[in-house]
């Protein structure tokens, strides 16, 4: 950021939550302090930049990359040597697990009087959704993640599947993802069924067991006699699976199924991608040539393709009645994104905060999405291969359905921001490890606190006051380019330049709006008790509240 | 062209010119082509035809257009089809209509045969004057045809006739007319009928204006409410001096009443207080500066147009003699440093703009859904290269450069150019909005169109292509000056008094021939055409409408849409002034630098005034007195300063332009994409939520009163009053809510290659040897 160039100041404040650095710019415009504030956790990558012998005031110091976008360096004085001292201090801090230490969730004694743990309880969830019923069961075959190790302890699977069933079925699945139940259409009781891909291999095999689940999930549907298996890859990587051992369920093994690819690629064309979107962004942001700027990063891109994707399982379990399979090679990136999004689509309860907040934990945080891998929490290995922006890129799916319907969702965009902030920042317990049996073993729940305990503490901050329940609407967004944008008020937040997160005009006016219409509410309930009052004793003194009565400034 | 056709049109020439009644004889002979038994149309009275016709209810102008032209009415049909299948998609796939096609002299207008399904569009923001199947001649854009699943563009005189007709519109409608069951004969006529009107050039005083003003003739009482300033007498000029305290400096002249100076130059306007009027007249007003606007601080906004380019040294000499002149009147104080902005040199061309605007609207003018798809994953470069955003960019940044120096340097700026009524107009307009708080209420901004537009003398019937005389002469100069508006309403939307909703049933104006607004050179060639002192004394002056009568298009409910609800006026100090105050702007930006640069004079009025006359004599100049460094850092510093501070809605008001702020206005451009709508959703969908508050607000305060007033206990319930919200599309008011059931659209186009990253695609997210193989 060009504007943090005149270091005056360095302080480590208190303990090491954070870095509280106070500067001030050189050729300020305005005599205000800036002030920063980087949680350690977002903290991608510490170079020393220069050395004792560069000249110049910004070329020796410290280049601080974050994983939100942001890179900051510090201009150090050579004299006294703090420099090195201070990287050594960052560095331990930061990524705590190469120094042994715990994360800082771990020692984080924050108290808030929610306690968000409590938000997701599978069993009510499930129920919430009419589970189980005389088609689906809830089994606790994988109490103890035996089954499966990265599947959490409660699944819903077809009532006329046996224990031994699954069993057999978890052989023939990547990472033994077996199909289990996500969602339930409450009429049509068709269902969205999550799971990996099959390991058919090079040899083309085959798993009766396999076939038979398939065809009882089919059944458990009577409205049409296909069920439809989205494949999240592009077709020709569900191919090149089968020379790992991996592949996608073809029509002569499986009946009665109809197989699409969705083609959405990968996690590392995604991390990609999101390098770009950083280079058109910083340190400046294109001008003249934004715009192909922004096509050649294909984020955009990916974002319709994974919406396009989510559309097509929620269309088809919505109108087209029919039930759906979605996987992708392990069903723990893609498919927790086309999962959750077409969820979101169906399902108004999912739109409300602490609806969203379930479902993150649901399909995200319990289906074992490789929080701890994609992000790297407290690893200074930043350029493992493992990490990829897979929950931003679906946090983003939804910021562009909010910005499409901006009454269908209960929260905001703070409400979003706030989940990517803490996704990085360590500060929860809630992103932390890649899978419930870790979290379990960790006990995260225990010994940390939930992101949910600050937002639903609070949660008026996070609420859209725009929002309108709608029970049974079906939300499509229109996947298209000409309305697909990039979130300036994520990725660009930090360019000064860019438009200050100001707050909405309309929302500021709706605001007022309600506060008077609550006012005169309020005072019309007085009227009538004083009017009645009046009528047992005409004496009573008339009140002018007309005089005192704000007007609307507008004309209607 | 039949025979009948023919005469037809030389009849309605005929009545057009002497502002005749259509009456039944002219018609009588004309008969237009089998039609169908309940349409008999053939020699029948054309007020019974229109007494027939006026059951549909888009064919004539519109309800109460019928009424009151109902005797002596002035559209005349011209060649019709039937059974003509008119397209419509719906849910990507294709659907008809059955109905007749027809062509006046005022517009195409399709009838569906089902008059039910016409009744039943409850749209509440009907147009009164053009339907939704209707297409004002002047709003044709391109005619194709489809001849075995090709397209092709149709002109001239056709040897085939197509099997479909498709008509891009220039408000971006397209429209889909399958001729497939028409009979051969009314194929031709409709054909090359649409084609003969649409394209072939048109007399002025053929326009439908002159027979639509000769028809309506006792009904024009001009809206009481309208307080548009109009800018076409000494009065008007003399209140906006004042309004703008810039009559401490500056004159209104009457020297140019009757035209007798400069035929580009309204009959009244404002120049320097010490300019001899006799001056003016010298070049026909070019090389005189022309007052716009003064600023709160004195500065002024000027403009002038070049002298003509002469090769004689003689006259070259004579021409520099006469700037130097000029120059040394405003040379002295009060007017201080007056720094010129040459916009024919170093800036945008009309060329440019053309072509942009071309490339860009073909973008939206979408034939099918495939189209659509296809054109979706490239959407971004297309766009881009179009470079129509980059030009709202450029013309954004050249009018806050304008307002730096004004506002911060305390300099005149002399905006400089050919004819100064292109990009004059359209700086000096965006510098005024920007800077003047009045011109963002509904009234200030249609008087600023006059002031700068109308008055200013904009080519509109050129610059439109209203007469089809040069396809040249046609580019979108004040739709570019729309959309520059629309950014900024987009960006500060509780700073206009109008939505953007204004701004389009606006830029759709300009193509409906019964408002004289748009459809002159000047006011000069309007005056001449219409002329209160008309020569012809069998016919009265003509009453022409104006388009900022909004009444003539819109029913109250509907104008309703035009107002932001988000805007709040000023609060007023002084009741004082009655007509329009000045308002001051509250911020006078704070700036910590440049105080007032009177500074250094930099030797400006000799040298720059050589520069001046070089240029001005079509010479190539040297760079300007600011080195252009200093220039961006003067604009970045005051671009950026005024961005960190929080807005006044009624003060100095700049875009952003950075990149991704400069955006698509889809209200306009998208709105008749069935694919682009969202169903419940877009800005609408809180704008609305915003209106029932404020309704149900204005119930209780209502309520309250009553109950100060009466006694008795209203049981009413407040959220009772709120009426079931509508699920709108985000295309509203628009839309023509072609997707009724809830099918999302699905993108049908492929994946594009991903280039430098296809050896990342191809990895597997995690390797891992999953056993045997």
């Not at chain 1, 089994?139 to 077809?158: G, M, Q, R, S």
């Not at chain 1, 020379?243 to 369920?249: F, I, K, M, R």
């Not at chain 2, 059955?98 to 009907?126: H, M, P, W």
């Given at each position: 950021?060009?504007?943090?160039r005149?270091?005056?100041?360095?302080?480590?404040?208190?303990?090491?939550?954070?870095?509280?650095?106070?500067?001030?710019?050189?050729?300020?415009?305005?005599?205000?302090?800036?002030?920063?504030?980087?949680?350690?956790?977002?903290?991608?990558?510490?170079?020393?930049?220069?050395?004792?012998?560069?000249?110049?005031?910004?070329?020796?110091?410290?280049?601080?990359?974050?994983?939100?976008?942001?890179?900051?360096?510090?201009?150090?004085?050579?004299?006294?040597?703090?420099?090195?001292?201070?990287?050594?201090?960052?560095?331990?801090?930061?990524?705590?697990?190469?120094?042994?230490?715990?994360?800082?969730?771990?020692?984080?004694?924050?108290?808030?009087?929610?306690?968000?743990?409590?938000?997701?309880?599978?069993?009510?969830?499930?129920?919430?959704?009419?589970?189980?019923?005389?088609?689906?069961?809830?089994?606790?075959?994988?109490?103890?993640?035996?089954?499966?190790?990265?599947?959490?302890?409660?699944?819903?699977?077809?009532?006329?599947?046996?224990?031994d069933?699954?069993r057999?079925?978890?052989?023939?699945?990547?990472?033994?993802?077996?199909?289990?139940l996500?969602?339930?259409?409450?009429?049509?009781?068709?269902?969205?069924?999550?799971?990996?891909?099959?390991?058919?291999?090079?040899?083309?095999?085959?798993?009766?067991?396999?076939?038979?689940?398939?065809?009882?999930?089919?059944?458990?549907?009577?409205?049409?006699?296909?069920?439809?298996?989205?494949?999240?890859?592009?077709?020709?990587?569900?191919?090149?699976?089968?020379?790992?051992?991996?592949?996608?369920e073809?029509?002569?093994?499986?009946?009665?199924?109809?197989?699409?690819?969705?083609?959405?690629?990968?996690?590392?064309?995604?991390?990609?991608?999101?390098?770009?979107?950083?280079?058109?962004?910083?340190p400046?942001v294109?001008?003249?040539?934004?715009?192909?700027?922004?096509?050649?990063?294909?984020?955009?891109?990916?974002?319709?393709?994974?919406?396009?994707?989510?559309?097509?399982?929620?269309?088809?379990?919505?109108?087209?009645?029919?039930?759906?399979?979605?996987?992708?090679?392990?069903?723990?990136?893609?498919t927790?994104?086309?999962?959750?999004?077409?969820?979101?689509?169906?399902?108004?309860?999912?739109?409300?905060?602490?609806?969203f907040?379930?479902?993150?934990?649901?399909?995200?945080?319990?289906?074992?999405?490789?929080?701890?891998?994609?992000?790297?929490?407290?690893?200074?290995?930043?350029?493992?291969?493992?990490?990829?922006?897979?929950?931003?890129?679906?946090?983003?799916?939804?910021?562009?359905?909010?910005?499409?319907?901006?009454?269908?969702?209960?929260?905001?965009?703070?409400?979003?921001?706030?989940?990517?902030?803490?996704?990085?920042?360590?500060?929860?317990?809630?992103?932390?490890?890649?899978?419930?049996?870790?979290?379990?073993?960790?006990?995260?729940?225990?010994?940390?606190?939930?992101?949910?305990?600050?937002?639903?503490?609070?949660?008026?901050?996070f609420?859209?006051?725009?929002?309108?329940?709608?029970?049974?609407?079906?939300?499509?967004?229109?996947?298209?380019?000409?309305?697909?944008?990039?979130?300036?008020?994520?990725?660009?937040?930090?360019?000064?330049r860019?438009?200050?997160?100001?707050?909405?005009?309309?929302e500021?006016?709706?605001?007022?709006?309600?506060?008077?219409r609550?006012?005169?509410?309020?005072?019309?309930?007085?009227?009538?008790?004083?009017?009645?009052?009046?009528?047992?004793?005409?004496?009573?003194?008339?009140?002018?509240?007309?005089?005192?009565?704000?007007?609307?400034?507008?004309?209607? | 062209?039949?025979?009948?056709?023919?005469?037809?049109?030389?009849?309605?020439?005929?009545?057009?010119?002497?502002?005749?009644?259509?009456?039944?004889?002219?018609?009588?002979?004309?008969?237009?082509?089998?039609?169908?038994?309940?349409?008999?149309?053939?020699?029948?009275?054309?007020?019974?035809?229109?007494?027939?016709?006026?059951?549909?209810?888009?064919?004539?102008?519109?309800?109460?257009?019928?009424?009151?032209?109902?005797?002596?009415?002035?559209?005349?049909?011209?060649?019709?089809?039937?059974?003509?299948?008119?397209?419509?998609?719906?849910?990507?796939?294709?659907?008809?209509?059955?109905?007749?096609?027809?062509?006046?002299?005022?517009?195409i207008?399709?009838?569906?045969?089902?008059?039910?399904?016409?009744?039943?569009?409850?749209?509440?923001?009907?147009?009164?004057?053009?339907?939704?199947?209707?297409?004002?001649?002047?709003?044709?854009?391109?005619?194709?045809?489809?001849?075995?699943?090709?397209?092709?563009?149709?002109?001239?005189?056709?040897?085939?006739?197509?099997?479909?007709?498709?008509?891009?519109?220039?408000?971006?409608?397209?429209?889909?007319?399958?001729?497939?069951?028409?009979?051969?004969?009314?194929?031709?006529?409709?054909?090359?009928?649409?084609?003969?009107?649409?394209?072939?050039?048109?007399?002025?005083?053929?326009?439908?204006?002159?027979?639509?003003?000769?028809?309506?003739?006792?009904?024009?009482?001009?809206?009481?409410?309208?307080?548009?300033?109009?800018?076409?007498?000494?009065?008007?000029?003399c209140?906006?001096?004042?309004?703008?305290?810039?009559?401490?400096?500056?004159?209104?002249?009457?020297?140019?009443?009757?035209?007798?100076?400069?035929?580009?130059?309204?009959?009244?306007?404002?120049?320097?207080?010490p300019?001899?009027?006799?001056?003016?007249?010298?070049?026909?007003?070019?090389?005189?500066?022309?007052?716009?606007?003064?600023?709160?601080n004195?500065?002024?906004?000027?403009?002038?147009?070049?002298?003509?380019?002469?090769?004689d040294?003689?006259?070259?000499?004579?021409?520099?003699?006469?700037l130097?002149?000029?120059?040394?009147?405003?040379h002295?104080?009060?007017?201080?440093?007056?720094?010129t902005?040459?916009?024919?040199?170093?800036?945008?061309s009309?060329?440019?703009?053309?072509?942009?605007?071309?490339?860009?609207?073909?973008?939206?003018?979408?034939?099918?859904?495939?189209?659509?798809?296809?054109?979706?994953?490239?959407?971004?470069?297309?766009?881009?290269?179009?470079?129509?955003?980059?030009i709202?960019?450029?013309?954004?940044?050249?009018?806050?450069?304008?307002?730096?120096?004004?506002?911060?340097?305390?300099?005149?700026?002399?905006?400089?150019?050919?004819?100064?009524?292109?990009?004059?107009?359209?700086?000096?307009?965006?510098?005024?909005?920007?800077?003047?708080?009045?011109c963002?209420?509904?009234?200030?901004?249609?008087?600023?169109?006059?002031?700068?537009?109308?008055?200013?003398?904009?080519?509109?019937?050129?610059?439109?292509?209203?007469?089809?005389?040069?396809?040249?002469?046609?580019?979108?100069?004040?739709?570019?000056?729309?959309?520059c508006?629309?950014?900024?309403?987009?960006?500060?939307?509780?700073?206009?008094?109008?939505?953007?909703?204004?701004?389009?049933?606006?830029?759709?104006?300009?193509?409906?021939?019964?408002?004289?607004?748009?459809?002159?050179?000047?006011?000069?060639?309007?005056?001449?055409?219409?002329?209160?002192?008309?020569?012809?004394?069998?016919?009265?002056?003509?009453?022409?409408?104006?388009?900022?009568?909004?009444?003539?298009?819109?029913?109250?409910?509907?104008?309703?849409?035009?107002?932001?609800?988000?805007?709040?006026?000023?609060?007023?100090?002084?009741?004082?002034?009655?007509?329009?105050?000045?308002?001051?702007?509250?911020?006078?930006?704070?700036?910590?630098?440049?105080?007032?640069?009177?500074?250094?004079?930099?030797?400006?009025?000799?040298?720059?005034?050589?520069?001046?006359?070089?240029?001005?004599?079509?010479?190539?100049?040297?760079?300007?007195?600011?080195?252009?460094?200093?220039?961006?850092?003067?604009?970045?510093?005051?671009?950026?300063?005024?961005?960190?501070?929080?807005?006044?809605?009624?003060?100095?008001?700049?875009?952003?332009?950075?990149?991704?702020?400069?955006?698509?206005?889809?209200?306009r451009?998208?709105?008749?994409?069935?694919?682009?709508?969202?169903?419940?959703?877009?800005?609408?969908?809180?704008?609305?939520?915003?209106?029932?508050?404020?309704?149900?607000?204005?119930?209780?305060?209502?309520?309250?009163?009553?109950?100060?007033?009466?006694?008795?206990?209203?049981?009413?319930?407040?959220?009772?009053?709120?009426?079931?919200?509508?699920?709108?599309?985000?295309?509203?008011?628009?839309?023509?809510?072609?997707?009724?059931?809830?099918?999302?659209?699905?993108?049908?186009?492929g994946?594009?290659?991903?280039?430098?990253?296809?050896?990342?695609?191809?990895?597997?997210?995690?390797?891992?040897?999953?056993?045997?193989?």
């Amino acid at each position: 950021m060009s504007l943090l160039r005149g270091l005056l100041g360095m302080d480590l404040i208190g303990t090491w939550v954070r870095l509280f650095l106070s500067f001030r710019e050189k050729l300020a415009l305005l005599d205000s302090a800036l002030l920063l504030d980087v949680p350690l956790g977002v903290i991608s990558r510490i170079e020393k930049m220069g050395g004792a012998t560069s000249r110049g005031e910004n070329s020796y110091g410290l280049d601080i990359t974050c994983k939100d976008m942001r890179n900051l360096r510090f201009a150090l004085k050579q004299e006294g040597h703090s420099r090195r001292g201070m990287f050594e201090i960052l560095t331990k801090y930061a990524f705590p697990l190469a120094h042994s230490l715990p994360i800082f969730a771990f020692l984080n004694e924050e108290k808030f009087n929610v306690d968000g743990w409590t938000v997701y309880n599978p069993v009510e969830e499930y129920r919430r959704q009419g589970l189980p019923n005389h088609h689906w069961r809830i089994t606790f075959i994988n109490k103890c993640y035996e089954l499966c190790d990265t599947y959490p302890a409660l699944l819903v699977v077809p009532y006329r599947a046996s224990d031994d069933d699954l069993r057999r079925v978890a052989t023939f699945r990547s990472r033994n993802r077996i199909p289990v139940l996500s969602w339930i259409h409450p009429e049509n009781k068709t269902v969205i069924v999550r799971c990996s891909q099959p390991l058919v291999g090079m040899s083309g095999k085959r798993n009766k067991d396999d076939e038979k689940y398939l065809d009882v999930i089919r059944e458990t549907n009577r409205q049409i006699n296909k069920l439809t298996i989205y494949d999240a890859r592009p077709s020709v990587n569900a191919v090149a699976n089968k020379a790992t051992g991996g592949g996608y369920e073809s029509d002569d093994a499986y009946h009665n199924t109809e197989l699409f690819f969705l083609d959405i690629h990968n996690i590392h064309v995604m991390r990609e991608s999101l390098k770009k979107v950083k280079d058109i962004v910083y340190p400046n942001v294109e001008e003249s040539h934004w715009l192909s700027s922004l096509e050649s990063t294909h984020w955009l891109e990916h974002i319709k393709l994974v919406l396009t994707g989510a559309i097509q399982v929620a269309d088809r379990v919505s109108s087209g009645k029919s039930s759906v399979v979605v996987h992708c090679s392990d069903g723990w990136d893609r498919t927790a994104q086309l999962t959750s999004l077409a969820m979101l689509m169906l399902d108004s309860f999912y739109r409300s905060i602490e609806g969203f907040e379930i479902l993150v934990q649901k399909e995200w945080i319990s289906f074992g999405h490789k929080f701890a891998s994609r992000i790297g929490h407290g690893d200074k290995n930043h350029a493992d291969a493992d990490r990829s922006p897979i929950f931003l890129q679906f946090i983003d799916c939804v910021w562009q359905m909010s910005k499409q319907f901006p009454t269908a969702f209960e929260f905001n965009e703070r409400f979003l921001i706030t989940i990517l902030d803490h996704l990085y920042s360590c500060r929860f317990g809630t992103f932390l490890y890649n899978c419930e049996s870790m979290r379990e073993r960790q006990k995260v729940t225990e010994r940390t606190v939930s992101l949910w305990s600050l937002i639903n503490s609070n949660k008026d901050k996070f609420k859209n006051p725009f929002y309108t329940k709608e029970i049974n609407r079906v939300l499509y967004p229109v996947a298209s380019m000409r309305h697909l944008e990039l979130w300036v008020n994520y990725y660009i937040r930090w360019n000064p330049r860019i438009k200050q997160q100001q707050p909405n005009p309309v929302e500021q006016r709706y605001m007022e709006l309600l506060a008077l219409r609550d006012e005169y509410i309020k005072r019309l309930e007085e009227l009538q008790l004083a009017n009645s009052a009046k009528l047992c004793d005409p004496s009573a003194s008339p009140s002018g509240p007309s005089q005192m009565m704000p007007h609307v400034q507008t004309h209607f | 062209m039949g025979k009948g056709a023919r005469e037809l049109r030389a009849r309605a020439c005929w009545a057009a010119f002497l502002a005749l009644p259509t009456w039944v004889p002219l018609l009588q002979n004309v008969c237009l082509g089998p039609s169908d038994k309940n349409t008999r149309l053939c020699a029948r009275t054309y007020i019974q035809d229109r007494l027939h016709l006026s059951r549909h209810r888009c064919y004539v102008l519109g309800e109460c257009e019928v009424l009151k032209c109902r005797v002596d009415s002035c559209e005349q049909l011209l060649c019709e089809a039937n059974t003509v299948l008119k397209c419509v998609q719906e849910d990507s796939c294709q659907r008809g209509i059955y109905g007749r096609l027809v062509c006046t002299d005022f517009k195409i207008a399709f009838l569906g045969d089902d008059e039910s399904a016409l009744d039943n569009d409850e749209t509440q923001f009907k147009n009164k004057v053009i339907g939704e199947n209707d297409i004002t001649l002047h709003c044709v854009d391109q005619i194709y045809g489809v001849f075995d699943e090709k397209k092709k563009t149709l002109f001239g005189q056709l040897k085939k006739y197509p099997e479909k007709l498709i008509i891009h519109c220039k408000d971006l409608r397209v429209f889909h007319f399958c001729l497939r069951y028409t009979k051969e004969e009314e194929v031709k006529r409709i054909v090359s009928g649409i084609i003969h009107h649409t394209q072939s050039p048109k007399l002025l005083k053929r326009l439908f204006l002159f027979s639509y003003a000769a028809a309506a003739q006792n009904s024009t009482a001009a809206d009481p409410k309208n307080h548009t300033v109009m800018f076409d007498t000494l009065k008007d000029w003399c209140w906006e001096l004042e309004r703008t305290k810039g009559n401490v400096k500056f004159k209104a002249v009457s020297i140019n009443e009757g035209y007798r100076v400069c035929e580009r130059l309204p009959a009244y306007f404002v120049v320097p207080t010490p300019l001899p009027e006799e001056d003016v007249s010298r070049f026909q007003g070019h090389g005189i500066p022309i007052w716009c606007w003064s600023c709160h601080n004195g500065c002024a906004l000027l403009k002038m147009s070049a002298l003509p380019k002469e090769q004689d040294d003689g006259i070259l000499q004579v021409q520099k003699n006469f700037l130097d002149g000029i120059y040394k009147t405003i040379h002295r104080p009060p007017y201080e440093i007056v720094k010129t902005e040459d916009l024919s040199s170093n800036f945008l061309s009309l060329q440019e703009i053309q072509t942009a605007y071309s490339k860009f609207k073909q973008l939206f003018l979408i034939d099918n859904s495939t189209e659509f798809w296809d054109t979706d994953i490239k959407w971004f470069s297309l766009l881009e290269s179009s470079s129509w955003l980059d030009i709202i960019r450029r013309c954004l940044k050249k009018a806050i450069e304008i307002a730096e120096c004004l506002e911060a340097q305390n300099v005149n700026i002399l905006l400089l150019e050919e004819n100064a009524s292109d990009l004059c107009c359209l700086i000096s307009s965006l510098v005024q909005v920007m800077m003047d708080p009045h011109c963002r209420t509904r009234f200030g901004f249609q008087s600023l169109v006059q002031k700068e537009w109308i008055m200013g003398g904009h080519c509109f019937l050129d610059r439109c292509n209203h007469l089809r005389q040069s396809d040249k002469e046609e580019v979108p100069v004040f739709l570019l000056f729309l959309d520059c508006v629309w950014q900024l309403v987009h960006q500060h939307p509780p700073a206009f008094e109008f939505t953007e909703t204004y701004l389009t049933v606006l830029s759709d104006s300009l193509y409906i021939p019964i408002f004289s607004t748009f459809f002159f050179n000047s006011p000069h060639q309007k005056d001449g055409n219409v002329g209160r002192e008309s020569q012809d004394t069998q016919s009265k002056p003509l009453n022409l409408l104006t388009v900022w009568d909004w009444s003539v298009q819109f029913e109250p409910k509907a104008q309703t849409l035009l107002r932001n609800p988000l805007y709040v006026e000023k609060p007023k100090l002084d009741k004082g002034q009655r007509k329009g105050m000045h308002c001051k702007h509250q911020r006078q930006l704070s700036l910590p630098l440049t105080q007032s640069k009177s500074s250094p004079k930099r030797g400006f009025f000799r040298e720059e005034t050589d520069h001046l006359i070089k240029n001005l004599l079509g010479k190539r100049i040297s760079k300007l007195i600011n080195s252009s460094e200093e220039l961006q850092d003067n604009f970045r510093e005051f671009y950026e300063s005024w961005h960190s501070k929080p807005t006044n809605y009624h003060g100095l008001l700049l875009p952003h332009i950075e990149g991704p702020e400069i955006k698509v206005w889809a209200q306009r451009y998208l709105r008749w994409i069935p694919e682009a709508q969202i169903l419940g959703g877009g800005r609408v969908a809180t704008m609305n939520k915003l209106l029932e508050m404020m309704e149900e607000v204005q119930c209780l305060q209502e309520k309250i009163e009553e109950k100060h007033h009466s006694q008795e206990a209203l049981q009413a319930e407040a959220t009772s009053l709120l009426r079931n919200s509508v699920r709108l599309s985000s295309l509203f008011p628009f839309a023509l809510l072609q997707r009724h059931s809830s099918k999302p659209v699905l993108p049908t186009s492929g994946w594009k290659a991903l280039g430098d990253e296809e050896d990342l695609a191809k990895r597997e997210d995690e390797f891992v040897d999953l056993g045997d193989v």
